[in-house]
């Protein structure tokens, strides 16, 4: 399985999903990563505030702040290759970028009680079962 890392630049939290303004995008994020999650996919984030070791340990996205500056981030890494700098992978991508199935990050109608009709099968009918 491929494995991908999200660089992000500095944020109140770990998801940037605090405060009074939250970006939509980092809703979309967040939602996406839980999905894949439950999914077993991993995929690793590091926040500039809260993770600065990982953007130095890494020396690809170390050289890449150095040279264009923290402005360009989110970087987006997959299997060691920088793929995607200064916005996050649609949902397309994201699948396309961890070779999942087709449709896996697609919403799934729920089910609405109620809504089967009784079938006229073993020795049932006119909505009256056996």
């Known amino acids: 399985m491929k494995k991908m890392f999200i660089y ?23 939602t996406i990563l839980n999905t894949l999650k439950k999914k077993g996919v991993e995929v690793e984030r590091f926040n500039l505030s809260s993770s600065p070791q990982e953007f130095i340990n890494n020396k690809d996205v170390n050289e890449f702040i150095n040279v264009k500056g923290v402005d360009e981030l989110p970087l987006i890494v997959v299997d060691g290759e920088i793929v995607i700098t200064g916005r996050y992978p649609t949902n397309d991508e994201f699948t396309d970028l961890l070779d999942l199935p087709e449709g896996t990050l697609e919403k799934k109608p729920k089910a609405v009680r109620g809504t089967m009709k009784k079938m006229d099968s073993y020795g049932c009918s006119d909505n009256n079962c056996c």
């Open 8 to 30: 992000e630049p500095a944020m109140c939290c770990s998801t940037g999903l605090c405060g009074v303004g939250v970006d939509p995008e980092l809703i979309r994020i967040s």
